[in-house]
């Protein structure tokens, strides 16, 4: 079946430093591809999305690349904020008979130090 | 108006309450969906309702019913539920079922404790 694999969190980072959470893939056919967000209380906020092979969904200075050749989808951002700490997930929305399942990866909390 | 609302935010009920979660969207969006979130862990399917009718139940027990009565709602009743049902219970709604081009928005929640 579908799956998704986040890297192991959590991560800890400087204001401004480099920021990456790796993510890869395995579904059937062509899914699409989600980063969302999840604040402390609150509930998941779409971020970036992609819908086919070479595509960058972009959004608040994250990026992120659908690469279908290593089945990943790699959010970065270059200059980290306070308030970007929080709970990353990287998710697909595949077609066919799953039509409709949104599949999740474990997620990554992100913090965040001044 | 972007938004799903949930309500409501936070409820307590013991084993042998009924009560009801709400999700309301005004975005014109034809599809529907419960997720339940434990701590910690990402969001897990419920349902899905598909123009106002149920598509996919991924197995959930009796005690949780959801009902679509129109375009723009969506209930889930609880009877007799378990501490373990305890959770974030997540609303979602999108285009059209399983939307591929614009995603799935999501409501802030209920936060439900079974006591």
């Known amino acids: 079946g579908d799956s998704v694999t986040q890297m192991e969190g959590p991560v800890t980072l400087s204001e401004e430093a480099f920021l990456t959470i790796n993510c890869t893939y395995t579904?059937?056919?062509?899914?699409?591809l989600f980063w969302y967000v999840q604040y402390p209380g609150e509930g998941l906020q779409l971020l970036l999305k992609?819908?086919?092979?070479?595509d960058k969904g972009s959004n608040k200075g994250f990026e992120a690349t659908y690469r279908k050749e290593t089945t990943s989808f790699h959010l970065e951002k270059g200059s980290v904020q306070v308030s970007d700490s929080a709970v990353y997930f990287c998710?697909?929305?595949?077609?066919?008979?799953?039509?409709?399942?949104?599949?999740f990866g474990q997620g990554t909390i992100l913090t965040v130090h001044p | 108006d972007t938004e799903v609302t949930q309500t409501p935010k936070h409820l307590v009920m013991g084993m042998t309450n009924k009560k009801s979660l709400k999700c309301e969207q005004h975005?014109?969006?034809?599809?529907m969906y419960w997720y339940k979130q434990k701590a910690k862990k990402p969001p897990e399917l419920m349902f899905v309702?598909?123009?106002?009718?149920?598509?996919i139940n991924e197995s959930v027990p009796s005690r949780f019913s959801p009902e679509c009565p129109n375009s723009s709602l969506l209930n889930l009743h609880l009877h007799a539920l378990q501490p373990e049902d305890s959770a974030l219970y997540l609303c979602?709604?999108?285009?059209?079922?399983?939307?591929?081009?614009?995603?799935?928005?999501f409501g802030s929640g209920t936060r439900l404790t079974v006591v």
């Open positions: 579904a059937t056919g062509y899914p699409s």
């Open positions: 979602a709604s999108s285009h059209g079922q399983g939307d591929r081009n614009y995603g799935y928005t």
């Open positions: 992609a819908t086919k092979a070479d």
């Open positions: 975005m014109g969006h034809r599809a």
């Open positions: 309702y598909s123009y106002e009718k149920l598509s």
């Open positions: 998710a697909l929305s595949p077609g066919g008979t799953s039509y409709g399942k949104l599949t």
